[in-house]
Every structure is written in C-alpha cells, then in structure tokens.
T-cell receptor, first 115, second 110 residues
Framework: DARVTQTPRHKVTEMGQEVTMRCQPILGHNTVFWYRQTMMQGLELLAYFRNRAPLDDSGMPKDRFSAEMPDATLATLKIQPSEPRDSAVYFC?????????????FGQGTRLTVV | GQQVMQIPQYQHVQEGEDFTTYCNSSTTLSNIQWYKQRPGGHPVFLIQLVKSGEVKKQKRLTFQFGEAKKNSSLHITATQTTDVGTYFCGSSGGYQKVTFGTGTKLQVIP
C-alpha cells in the first residue's frame, strides 16, 4: 500500500532551535508539496517541487524556512531558528502531474510545537 | 495561484439531514478537487472534476462543477456520523500546484 511517509510525527522544541521535517514521497510521483495547517490559516502551500526542482516557494518565509529534495526519495523542510508562531501541523503530499492535473496524496503530518 | 473561497466554515447537522458545502472562485478554474480530513487525520483525495457542468456521484456524495468553472459544490445526502470531518476544495492551477479553500468543518449530531 503506497503512502507518503513523514517523520517525525510529533516534535516539541524550544524557540531558536533548528527543526528538520522529512518526507518520503510515493515511489514514481514527480511532484512534492509542503503544506502548513493551522486553525486560523487552513492549508497553506509552503513549497512545491517537480522532478526535484523547486517550482514555487512563495508561500514560505524565506528568512527561516528552507525546503530541499536531495534525492527523489527524500524531501526536507527546515526551520532555523524556530519560533512559537511556527507551531502547526506540517503536511507533505506527493502526486503525479499528468495532463494538467495533479492529485495530492498526503502524509500523516508532523505536529510541531515550539515553546 | 487560483484562490478559492469555501462556505460555510462550520456546519452542524442532525444525523440523516443533508449537507452542502460550496467553493467559489473569482477566476476560472482548470479543475476542482475535493478532499476529506477526519479529525486528527490528514486530507484524503475524494474526487476531481474537470469539465464545465460536470456532476459526479460517490454513494451519498454528489459533486458538481459549475458551468463557468468558477464554483463547485459537494452535497451529502442523509449524513451519517462517519461523514464527520473537514471538507476541502482545491484546484491545481499553474504548474499543477494544488491550493486549497478554507474548508468546511462538518459535525453530525447522532
């Protein structure tokens, strides 16, 4: 049963610390999304990769957030330094872009708490 | 990106009542996707509509895409407690990036 795997599932960290979240997309998918979900903002798109190349990271605070795909089986989202306002659930999703549409398959998310 | 607004934000219904959520866009959408997120879970893809005026059904769920491709609706007939969750509409626009509406949180009262 193919699925998107995210680690860790939960993370509690102190303000100022670096946080790294990892995602293993579904094998064969060429598209990876990072979303942040909060009660106030809903599902915000932070970054988006196609064939490992970043296509859009306009939703991401550039001063502290960075997203990379070192290889086809791993996507990372880093926050340095973390702040309490970064507390949220971070979802990775992957998909196969075909003929102008992409269906997003979500991982179970990383619940981040910054204290 | 293709911005979509979703209403209502919250809906409480008695079990057995019908439920509808609406997505509206100021611009023409290339497609509309619907996802369901159970409490504590992750969004799960339900369906995609691409054609103007398209209607699709999945058991008690009916999905519609407007003629102008600027709005969509999800209708649930005779809700059950298993329908509880948040329903998101989304659209894959430029470069097929998927962006979402604000979601409608459905609570079903037994």
């Amino acid at each position: 049963d193919a699925r998107v795997t995210q680690t860790p599932r939960h993370k509690v960290t102190e303000m100022g610390q670096e946080v790294t979240m990892r995602c293993q997309p579904i094998l064969g998918h060429n598209t990876v999304f990072w979303y942040r979900q909060t009660m106030m903002q809903g599902l915000e798109l932070l970054a988006y990769f196609r064939n490992r190349a970043p296509l859009d990271d306009s939703g991401m605070p550039k001063d502290r957030f960075s997203a990379e795909m070192p290889d086809a089986t791993l996507a990372t989202l880093k926050i340095q330094p973390s702040e309490p306002r970064d507390s949220a659930v971070y979802f990775c999703a992957s998909g196969l872009a075909l003929q102008g549409t992409t269906e997003a398959f979500f991982g179970q998310g990383t619940r981040l708490t910054v204290v | 990106g293709q911005q979509v607004m979703q209403i209502p934000q919250y809906q409480h219904v008695q079990e057995g009542e019908d439920f509808t959520t609406y997505c509206n866009s100021s611009t023409t959408l290339s497609n509309i996707q619907w996802y369901k997120q159970r409490p504590g879970g992750h969004p799960v893809f339900l369906i995609q509509l691409v054609k103007s005026g398209e209607v699709k059904k999945q058991k008690r769920l009916t999905f519609q895409f407007g003629e102008a491709k600027k709005n969509s609706s999800l209708h649930i007939t005779a809700t059950q407690t298993t329908d509880v969750g948040t329903y998101f509409c989304g659209s894959s626009g430029g470069y097929q990036k998927v962006t979402f509406g604000t979601g409608t949180k459905l609570q079903v009262i037994p």
